[in-house]
T-cell receptor
Framework: GAGVSQSPSNKVTEKGKDVELRCDPI?????LYWYRQSLGQGLEFLIY????????KSGLPSDRFSAERTGGSVSTLTIQRTQQEDSAVYLC?????????????FGPGTRLTVT | GENVEQHPSTLSVQEGDSAVIKCTYS??????FPWYKQELGKRPQLIID?????GEKKDQRIAVTLNKTAKHFSLHITETQPEDSAVYFC??????FGTGTSLTVIP
């Protein structure tokens, strides 16, 4: 079946502009995660959605970052007033349960470059 | 909260040798121990996992062992091949992956 998809695959933007990154999780998966990975760095947790519960935003690095998930499916990560340090690969993952005992399926990521 | 330490941070082995990566954890209630692999330029993927009621699990050349008394679990890769070169993660909780272990298999 279809895996997690993300769009765009690459995004180049000028410093100060807003960007929106999209994630389409696997159908039926209730949990959705956003991560950031800078060059050569580990996976940095950003935000987590589970069903209709309030999202866990504890990983968002600043108030310029926000995310929403509509209808329990598609999610959009928005970065306002982008800075050069926001340049990274943004990965989305989904799993079919919010328990930690379930596999996360990752999308291919969006490579964001802020010039 | 849960604290997981992963060692080593980098590892180089000759092709054909074995590689072992270890993770220690602090929460006695932990009951699920996954390992993810991320090849260069690709997305992370689960390669093997183990639950607390099992001491060892094997899948071809990879295995995971769990020592609940000592609170650590290890990834074992035997007969390493160049395609095993990647970063390996043992995430704590659901979403704290950390920086992982960078494994390089030298041909």
């Amino acid at each position: 079946g279809a895996g997690v998809s993300q769009s765009p695959s690459n995004k180049v933007t000028e410093k100060g502009k807003d960007v929106e990154l999209r994630c389409d999780p696997i159908s039926g998966h209730t949990a959705l995660y956003w991560y950031r990975q800078s060059l050569g760095q580990g996976l940095e947790f950003l935000i987590y959605f589970q069903g209709n519960s309030a999202p866990d935003k504890s990983g968002l690095p600043s108030d310029r970052f926000s995310a929403e998930r509509t209808g329990g499916s598609v999610s959009t990560l928005t970065i306002q007033r982008t800075q050069q340090e926001d340049s990274a690969v943004y990965l989305c993952a989904s799993s079919h349960n919010d328990s930690p005992a379930y596999e996360q399926y990752f999308g291919p990521g969006t490579r964001l470059t802020v010039t | 909260g849960e604290n997981v330490e992963q060692h080593p941070s980098t590892l180089s082995v000759q092709e054909g040798d074995s590689a072992v990566i270890k993770c220690t954890y602090s929460d006695s209630a932990s009951n699920y121990f996954p390992w993810y692999k991320q090849e260069l330029g690709k997305r992370p993927q689960l390669i093997i996992d183990i639950r607390s009621n099992v001491g060892e699990k094997k899948d071809q050349r990879i295995a995971v062992t769990l020592n609940k008394t000592a609170k650590h679990f290890s990834l074992h890769i035997t007969e390493t091949q160049p395609e095993d070169s990647a970063v390996y993660f043992c995430p704590r909780n659901q979403f704290y992956f950390g920086t992982g272990t960078s494994l390089t298999v030298i041909p």
